[in-house]
């Protein structure tokens, strides 16, 4: 993971995230806060398939430090997710919600499509 000065193409910090198996992720800011949301699926032709585990990993945007990387619950089918004062990822049958503060998998609801309906 690189950060990169817009005007200069400088470089002004990396970080190695070799060490992890990294799959589909979604990179975003929060309060000041960068953070990778990796899913732990992949693409391969139509299908999607688990690739490694989910985790959600925070550095510091200022020296690329990382803060922490906390392994996340395995969900099947990853189907959204939403950023407020805490992380909501949406399965099929599931949300799950992540402290955004330390990173930390705190509660599961489980929205069956047969009680709820499909989303």
Not at 36 to 56: D, T
Not at 86 to 112: M, P, W
Request: a negative charge.
């Amino acid at each position: 993971m690189y950060s990169i000065e817009v005007n200069t193409g400088k470089v002004n910090w990396e970080l190695d995230i070799s060490k992890f198996t990294v799959s589909k992720s979604a990179l975003f800011v929060h309060d000041g806060r960068l953070f990778m949301l990796n899913l732990g699926v992949a693409n391969f032709k139509e299908n999607q398939i688990v690739y490694g585990a989910p985790f959600l990993l925070q550095a510091d945007m200022g020296t690329g430090a990382m803060n922490f990387n906390n392994p996340l619950p395995m969900f099947a089918y990853p189907v959204d997710f939403q950023i407020g004062n805490d992380l909501v990822l949406a399965g099929r049958n599931n949300l799950y919600f992540i402290n955004l503060s330390d990173g930390k998998f705190f509660n599961e609801i489980d929205v069956n499509e047969l009680r709820y309906g499909n989303f």
